[in-house]
């Protein structure tokens, strides 16, 4: 799902997709003229494998996401800020879920036999 920046308004614009095998909902608004707060819930399964022995698993999501979307080059001090910077002024909310699963599945995930001979 993408969005044009400048139709995201300053009351919240709800959000409502599915992407692979996530429901995702949320709700995004307009901060400064450049600036674009999101507020995603993404709940669903994605499969893995476990990093010991490759089986598949089939991991519960249920994450909330809270970032920003710049629309251009995003200048600031403070360095913490989650802040995504866009260049065609659209905002794609696939980029974003996935970049998301993306940092979940780089974690180490073990199926549940690896997990009991590790105990
Ligand atoms: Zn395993």
């Keep these: 799902m993408k969005i044009e920046f400048k139709k995201v308004i300053r009351d919240n614009t709800k959000l409502s997709f599915k992407q692979n095998s996530l429901s995702i909902d949320g709700k995004c608004k307009k901060l400064t003229p450049s600036l674009v707060e999101v507020k995603l819930s993404m709940i669903g399964e994605i499969e893995i494998d476990c990093v010991r022995c490759a089986n598949t698993i089939d991991l519960g999501i249920d994450e909330n996401?809270?970032?920003?979307v710049c629309?251009?080059?995003?200048?600031?001090?403070?360095?913490?800020?989650?802040?995504?910077e866009c260049f065609d002024g659209i905002i794609d909310f696939d980029q974003i879920v996935?970049?998301?699963?993306?940092?979940?599945?780089?974690?180490?995930?073990y199926c549940n036999n690896c997990k009991q001979e590790g105990e």
């Design 65 to 68: 996401v809270e970032l920003k």
């Design 71 to 84: 629309d251009g080059y995003f200048e600031s001090e403070d360095k913490d800020l989650d802040v995504i």
């Design 98 to 109: 996935n970049s998301e699963i993306e940092s979940i599945m780089s974690d180490y995930h």
